[in-house]
């Protein structure tokens, strides 16, 4: 059973790639952190293309590398199930959906805007998309492993972005990571170093 899906994902066909990361960018608002709700229900539960594990990984490399999330995502994994043309493909059917949205809104940018219609339901999007992001981060925080660690870096990094918010300091995220994975190597270099 175990080899049939190994097998299975060995023989994703370059079309296949290209059309998966396109639906996940034409059904998407919000971009990238919206993205990762349904790339893990794509990928993960319906595909079983990668595990939930190595989805946090990714999440981790593309959330540390310069670019949108959701490019760096699409960019990892195309490359990892087809090398650099899968990389290429799964970048641009995850990329052409908006590129194609976003002409057709540019040539009539203004009368768009004005449609009342239209505001109400960007508002609408807003709450949808905050929804998606709660969600992805919660799904995210249950398939983590629970360890001491772990949780103390979680909660004192939640705890700073909620103080530093509230007291409108301007910190980027990409910090919180780099701090944190610092913390993670430090942590871990001496506790290898304690058992020797």
Not at 2 to 11: D, G, S, T, Y
Not at 33 to 59: C, F, G, P, T
Request: proline share 2%.
């Amino acid at each position: 059973m175990q080899e049939e899906k190994q097998e299975k994902i060995a023989l994703i066909s370059k079309k296949e790639l290209f059309f998966t990361f396109f639906k996940i960018g034409i059904i998407t608002f919000g971009g990238g952190y919206a993205m990762i709700s349904n790339i893990r229900e794509e990928l993960v539960s319906k595909k079983q293309w990668i595990k939930e594990d190595e989805l946090i990984k990714i999440i981790a490399i593309s959330e540390s590398t310069p670019g949108p999330i959701a490019i760096n995502m699409a960019t990892f994994i195309g490359y990892k199930k087809r090398g650099v043309l899968g990389s290429i493909l799964a970048t641009l059917g995850v990329v052409l959906p908006s590129l194609v949205i976003l002409y057709l809104i540019s040539l009539f940018f203004n009368q768009f805007l004005e449609i009342k219609l239209i505001q109400y339901a960007f508002n609408g999007i807003k709450v949808g998309v905050s929804f998606l992001i709660v969600r992805a981060g919660y799904q995210m925080f249950v398939k983590m492993e629970k360890n001491p660690f772990n949780l103390i870096i979680f909660f004192l990094v939640m705890i700073l972005m909620i103080l530093f918010d509230f007291l409108s300091i301007n910190f980027s995220s990409i910090f919180f990571i780099l701090i944190a994975a610092l913390i993670g190597i430090i942590f871990f270099s001496l506790k290898k170093g304690v058992k020797k």
